[in-house]
């Protein structure tokens, strides 16, 4: 059973950081790509980075140059360094393990809150 867990979210003014994990069981985790998603307030679910197996990074044009993913195999762990935050990230971040023809692979998490404030 696959089990993604997200966490580190929190409350920051605008211009704050924060860093998010996404501690993964269940898969192969070296094997696999990773990514970040994101779903604003009454908004779609939205792609925010991808890291492959190999380490090669993917951004949203948004959050390029703020936002790092970052991965350690040997924790099964994923994780998002975000900088320089504006209230529009205000989401609910969530991780996954994009599939190749589109969508994700397995059933999301919990996800973790974060909210930006101007």
């Known amino acids: 059973q696959v089990r993604l867990v997200e966490s580190g979210g929190g409350l920051v003014q605008a211009g704050e950081s924060l860093r998010l994990s996404c501690i993964v069981s269940?898969?192969?985790?070296?094997?696999?790509?990773m990514g970040w998603y994101r779903q604003p307030p009454g908004k779609v679910r939205e792609f925010v980075a991808q890291?492959?197996?190999?380490?090669?990074?993917t951004y949203r044009d948004s959050v390029e140059g703020r936002f790092t993913i970052s991965r350690v195999n040997a924790n099964n762990t994923v994780t998002l360094q975000m900088n320089s935050l504006k209230p529009e990230d205000t989401a609910v971040y969530l991780c996954?393990?994009?599939?190749?023809?589109?969508?994700?692979?397995?059933?999301w998490g919990q996800g973790t809150q974060v909210t930006v404030s101007s």
């Open positions: 996954n393990v994009p599939h190749p023809l589109g969508g994700v692979r397995y059933a």
């Open positions: 269940g898969i192969r985790f070296s094997r696999n790509d």
């Open positions: 890291i492959t197996d190999g380490g090669v990074t």
